[in-house]
């Protein structure tokens, strides 16, 4: 205690209504996007079908938001905008919680720090308007409206206006509304939604029809955009009690950030360090550095499963049995990418062709190149139409037809070989256009594939230690590291108790024997600390088969028969996630007729 502090008596109060409020906002209301979020959520649990947002000057001046739920009787409008009250739940099971909001604590924060009106009706009663303004409530008053709730928040923040400095520009908040709309709109995909900002609509997603996972579908193409729903694999599995759908993108449709992964747990839009860290995993060796996955994921579980009441916000939540939640994450997401075979992004194509520019004539310079199917009387068809010598590098003259190898599957879905370029790029002839291949990427990640299977089977071999090594560490982190003793054992890595926080390491994987073992437990207890698992481990053993695949593959130089490059071309086809080498970059490309046409102007 501090000898110079005043012996003062501490004094003890009650906080009057109005600040309790003010401070539950601060919980609540972050900005005007959690403003939004919590009027929307009271919307769909009002059964609305249709929802439309206004706001005016990112939500500072005004948030509108109007549905055609099930209203409110007037003698319950002063009571909706008393604390802790609610409708969704009656107090005796807090774990039993099927609505999106429960607390009772939004209406009463935002009439406490901004100016906010409420009009309800419900379906054959009498239309009422309650108003409250910085905490203070006016009284019920008569009000023609439609069957349905009118929420009006204007001013936000003016009963608390330091919270106004920490808002972003107009803009900005405009575009976090916007995206907490989209979110909720992806999980509601038969209720109607449009947003609109500053008299203009930027967000409009009409009602969908059919069956559920058809809805979410077309919802999902409308707001992600149709390029996600063309380049993703649908999820469907189960374990436990605990269900997961959705739609996971191809590791070749990836993106610099985060802002293409939404998670949802029974409905609700959620930010689970857990379940992106899951996501992370299902992709850990098929994406490219610094690349992110998209995927939208919806798990559902017996509200019993799951404890939604862990913050204000409602955005994070607990699983009962997280590791077993995680798991079902990770094996899908392994498991469709696998069934994913050769596919790569139909973008890339896109790209490619967007790549193509007209240069200014340049003098032709020669470059090493093989041309595998030619025509057998080259010399004569040069004679005839007095052709010039044909370039360097060439054993003919390139051939306008090409017979098709006998042993290529004429519909085979990568097409086939009809040349190699640069002594590194295979080109196949399919159907409808043509693929271009890495010869190097695409094998180093069949020759990765058949380590993994493997090691899958024959298990992970080990190294003894000499002298164990003993590592020192607090006694929780010591307690933390040997609960997944099991599971490092199954990678090689054989820990045990060696007394208070000390561990001996006695065995690590034959492939990691020069491990930093300190360096590498720090990594995993931080994995765990954050996460509550770490695929630390997994990661480097993958690293090192990923580098012996690369030195055991084909090299770029090297030149292919046709039977080789046919070969390679059967085994990518019949390989899991052959469509990205193993640092995540696209094995091939596929260039459509149509847009080969279209750049030759052969096409409109």
Avoid at 24 to 52: C, M, Q
Avoid at 241 to 249: C, K, M, N, P, R
Avoid at 512 to 527: G, H, N, T, W
Avoid at 545 to 573: P, Q, W
Wanted: with cysteine; glycine share 8%; hydrophobic share 45%.
């Amino acid at each position: 205690m501090n000898s110079h502090a005043p012996n003062i008596r501490p004094v003890i109060r009650q906080l009057d209504e109005a600040t309790a409020n003010r401070i539950a906002a601060g919980e609540v209301v972050e900005r005007p996007a959690s403003a939004v979020k919590e009027l929307v959520e009271n919307a769909l649990d009002a059964g609305a079908t249709r929802i439309d947002i206004a706001i005016q000057d990112g939500g500072r001046r005004l948030i509108r938001v109007c549905d055609d739920g099930c209203g409110m009787a007037p003698e319950d409008l002063p009571l909706a905008l008393s604390r802790h009250a609610t409708s969704k739940i009656d107090g005796t099971d807090l774990l039993a919680i099927r609505s999106f909001g429960f607390r009772g604590e939004a209406l009463p924060s935002l009439g406490a720090v901004g100016r906010l009106t409420i009009t309800s009706r419900m379906r054959g009663g009498e239309g009422a308007v309650i108003a409250v303004a910085g905490g203070k409530l006016a009284p019920v008053r008569p009000s023609a409206s439609n069957p349905g709730t009118v929420v009006e928040l204007r001013d936000l923040f003016f009963a608390t206006p330091a919270r106004l400095k920490f808002l972003r520009g107009d803009r900005a908040e405009t575009m976090a509304v916007a995206e907490c709309v989209r979110r909720l709109a992806m999980a509601e995909p038969f209720v109607g939604f449009t947003l609109s900002a500053d008299g203009k609509e930027i967000f409009r997603a009409d009602a969908e029809q059919g069956e559920l996972f058809d809805a979410l579908q077309i919802r999902l193409s409308r707001v992600m955009g149709r390029d996600f729903i063309d380049n993703c694999i649908p999820l469907d599995a189960e374990r436990d009690g605990l269900g997961l759908a959705g739609f996971a993108a191809l590791p070749t449709y990836s993106r610099g950030t985060a802002v293409a992964q939404h998670v949802y747990v029974n409905g609700r839009p959620v930010r689970d360090k857990l379940l992106t860290g899951a996501l992370r995993a299902g992709y850990m060796d098929v994406l490219a550095s610094g690349r992110h996955p998209a995927a939208v994921l919806y798990l559902s579980c017996d509200p019993q499963l799951v404890d939604v009441n862990v913050h204000p916000a409602k955005a994070e939540v607990r699983f009962r049995d997280p590791q077993g939640a995680r798991g079902l994450v990770v094996s899908a997401l392994r498991h469709g990418l696998a069934g994913a075979g050769h596919r790569a992004s139909s973008t890339l194509g896109d790209a490619t062709m967007a790549a193509f520019r007209a240069e200014p004539a340049a003098p032709v310079v020669a470059s090493p190149a093989y041309q595998m199917d030619y025509r057998p009387s080259g010399a004569a068809i040069r004679a005839s139409l007095d052709l010039q010598a044909p370039v360097p590098g060439f054993a003919e003259a390139p051939s306008a037809r090409a017979e098709e190898p006998a042993d290529a599957p004429a519909e085979a879905p990568l097409g086939a070989a009809r040349a190699q370029i640069h002594e590194n790029y295979i080109i196949a002839q399919t159907a409808d256009g043509l693929v271009i291949v890495d010869q190097h990427a695409a094998h180093e990640r069949l020759v990765y594939e058949r380590l993994k299977a493997q090691a899958a089977a024959t298990g992970i071999a080990r190294q003894a230690l000499l002298i164990p090594e003993i590592l020192d560490l607090p006694e929780a982190d010591a307690a933390r590291i040997l609960s997944v003793a099991n599971d490092l054992a199954d990678l090689g890595l054989v820990i045990e108790p060696f007394g208070g926080g000390a561990v001996a390491v006695r065995e690590v994987p034959a492939m990691l024997v020069k491990l930093d073992l300190r360096a590498l437990i720090r990594d995993i207890l931080d994995d765990l600390s954050d996460q509550g698992v770490s695929d630390r481990l997994r990661g480097r053993l993958d690293a090192v088969l990923s580098s012996m695949a690369c030195h055991g593959s084909v090299r770029s130089g090297r030149r292919m028969s046709a039977d080789e490059m046919n070969a390679l071309l059967r085994d990518m086809e019949r390989t899991p996630r052959s469509g990205q080498c193993n640092h995540g970059r696209p094995t091939w490309v596929k260039l459509r007729l149509s847009d080969i046409e279209r750049l030759f102007g052969r096409k409109d």
